[in-house]
């Protein structure tokens, strides 16, 4: 789970309403009636460096999702129920609406666009609809399209960000493109980059592919086993890259790249400066043949889909295929080597989270009296003691009390104290650099109450249903997805967020195609790796959420078909004086007891030995 950082900087603490007069100055000199402003950056990030956090900027809104749209007299922001909470707590709602999606009476960006459309239909112009196509997923800017062909919406693309001229204007932007590169050898890797470009070449040739433009960093620190330090919380570096059968570029600040990397590339990579990306592409699709280019929507921007459509435009030659680029699916199936780095990598974050969970335990028995931030600064500190460690894969969410229910709640507080009967969740995750690391448990503070009990135990079977669940070939994360959910429906509960997410190998925290929820229709297939977190949340009341990363395997088949399971990456005890063992069936029972036997298997022989009787005691076996 990512979390968000609801204490901010004070230049974006509040919408400003000087800012969002600015910017609704320079909307006047292209006569727009209103301007997008989306989360994400010019590859599609949602987690952003300083310098293009926008709609944070503009807004005060920090959430990893949500959408800015800002009219001449008003300004709407879009999210979803993970940020219902939170926008409240940082929008002014005098100067901007919050839109709930899914709930009544909502508008989503598509439905308020038609809604000002409508209202203006007396005029003779259209509503002009501004945009910086480079910070638009093509296949958004796509669906925009298609919706707005028949409407009164004209989609304005802009060759300059407004929100960064208006930005500029006020402040020095940061740097985003200095952080050194490193590579990393095949012993972490499990295939050298030259053996990757190879399988890239011969899937593209089979699609009978001639240009691979990539503009997902993930997918180009993968491609080439280099990282970098330009994105908070991931260890990648902005970049482009194009393939073609008998070349391959990679674009970015040449300056960080070393002499040793040059070597490593050489000669199958040319390194080219950022902003060379759009005249060599336009070079690679302009050639005198008829040339294939394989576009991703989902992962590629409209600014990218506009240089080819002009090319394609002027020459006649260039044939478009939307397909899912291949590096995301290979990047996502982990080889054997991938796995072991992974198990490596969440083994060290499971003791750190386990030793944690003890130390919490002993300072409450003690009766010392802690703070969210004390929660947060101990689970970072013993992260930081394992070997190899990088960075933490998000801010740690250690939301006590109410904020427990606040989803991604990222700002713990040295001033919130750790109340008796209260709930604690913890969320968090490390980057080391055998792999990336993401896990939650949800702790109570002295008793129970019997709704903590009930509500607990509730997602526990949610988790362990999904966590034992065994799936023919085939199945997809939607599937698993009600699974897991059903046991909430029965009682009319809900999560708002994905039952699960993929995850990178020393990579991004979500990643995809693969992921268990309701929108996911890609299969789940071996070396994939995933978390299982559901949830409940209850404003004022607080939440729950229990993750562990899985990682999918073949499972011994009895008719000759082909079966999946999960099998632990996390091993961490889950919270005993909330369980409610008399809900728990035969077979689910069987799991938790032969999970806590495998933390207690797993951690025993590398923590200290007066750490063991605790553990034994937060993982003794429930009897029938």
Not at 130 to 144: C, I, K, L, R, S
Request: aromatic share 8%; hydrophobic share 40%.
């Amino acid at each position: 789970m990512v979390a968000t950082n609801l204490k901010v900087d004070t230049s974006i603490q509040n919408a400003s309403s000087t800012k969002l007069d600015d910017l609704r100055a320079l909307m006047a000199n292209y006569d727009l009636d209103c301007y997008f402003i989306p989360a994400v950056d010019e590859h599609l990030n949602l987690s952003v460096p300083a310098a293009k956090q926008r709609r944070a900027w503009i807004s005060g809104f920090t959430g990893s999702a949500g959408d800015l749209l800002v009219g001449k007299n008003s300004a709407w922001l879009f999210v979803d129920s993970r940020y219902y909470e939170q926008a409240e707590l940082q929008v002014d709602p005098a100067l901007i609406q919050i839109s709930k999606l899914g709930l009544e009476g909502n508008l989503s960006l598509i439905e308020t666009l038609e809604k000002l459309a409508a209202e203006s239909a007396q005029k003779p112009s259209k509503i002009r609809f501004g945009f910086d196509p480079f910070t638009v997923a093509a296949e958004q800017y796509q669906n925009w399209v298609k919706k707005f062909a028949p409407g009164g919406i004209e989609l304005v693309s802009l060759p300059e960000n407004l929100a960064d001229k208006v930005r500029q204007t006020a402040e020095t932007l940061p740097t985003i493109d200095e952080s050194p590169i490193f590579s990393l050898p095949a012993s972490l890797t499990g295939e050298t980059a030259t053996q990757k470009l190879v399988r890239v070449r011969e899937a593209m040739q089979k699609a009978n592919i001639d240009v691979l433009p990539i503009t997902n960093l993930n997918q180009i620190a993968w491609l080439f086993n280099l990282r970098g330090a330009d994105i908070p919380h991931i260890p990648i570096f902005i970049s482009y890259a194009i393939l073609t059968a008998d070349a391959a570029f990679l674009f970015t600040n040449l300056e960080r790249v070393s002499p040793e990397i040059e070597q490593e590339l050489s000669p199958n990579v040319t390194l080219l400066p950022y902003a060379d990306y759009p005249s060599t592409l336009e070079a690679c699709v302009n050639l005198p043949k008829k040339v294939r280019v394989l576009f991703d929507s989902k992962h590629s921007t409209a600014g990218t889909y506009q240089l080819i459509l002009d090319q394609q435009k002027a020459k006649n030659n260039i044939e478009i295929v939307f397909e899912p680029n291949p590096v995301e699916g290979m990047k996502a199936r982990k080889n054997p080597v991938e796995i072991e780095q992974m198990q490596s990598a969440n083994f060290k974050a499971s003791r750190a989270k386990t030793l944690t969970l003890k130390w919490l335990t002993e300072q409450l028995e003690s009766g010392s009296v802690l703070t969210e931030f004390d929660v947060k600064e101990s689970i970072e500190s013993f992260y930081q003691q394992e070997t190899d460690f990088h960075i933490l894969t998000f801010r740690t969410i250690a939301g006590a009390g109410s904020n427990s229910s606040i989803v991604h709640y990222g700002t713990p507080s040295p001033e919130i104290t750790l109340k008796p009967g209260e709930l604690l969740l913890l969320d968090s995750g490390a980057q080391y650099l055998a792999g990336t690391t993401d896990d939650t448990r949800t702790m109570v503070v002295g008793e129970p109450t019997a709704q903590q009990i009930e509500h607990y135990t509730t997602v526990l079977i949610a988790h362990i249903n999904c966590a034992m669940q065994q799936f023919p070939k085939g199945t997809t994360g939607s599937q698993l997805d009600a699974i897991a959910r059903a046991v909430l429906w029965q009682q009319q509960l809900d999560y708002g967020h994905g039952t699960g997410h993929g995850v990178g190998a020393f990579l991004a925290g979500h990643e995809g195609p693969n992921g268990i929820s309701k929108f996911v229709q890609y299969p789940l297939e071996p070396g994939m790796i995933t978390s299982i977190e559901p949830g409940y949340y209850e404003p004022g009341w607080g939440g729950i959420r229990l993750e562990n990363l899985y990682v999918v395997r073949e499972m011994p088949s009895k008719n000759g078909s082909v079966w999946y399971g999960f099998e632990p990456l996390t091993y961490i005890p889950f919270e005993q004086k909330l369980i409610n063992v008399d809900r728990l069936s035969k077979t689910q029972l069987k799991w938790l007891n032969n999970y806590h036997a495998s933390v207690v298997e797993k951690l025993a022989p590398v923590i200290d030995v007066a750490t063991i009787p605790w553990l034994k005691k937060a993982c003794a076996a429930f009897s029938s």
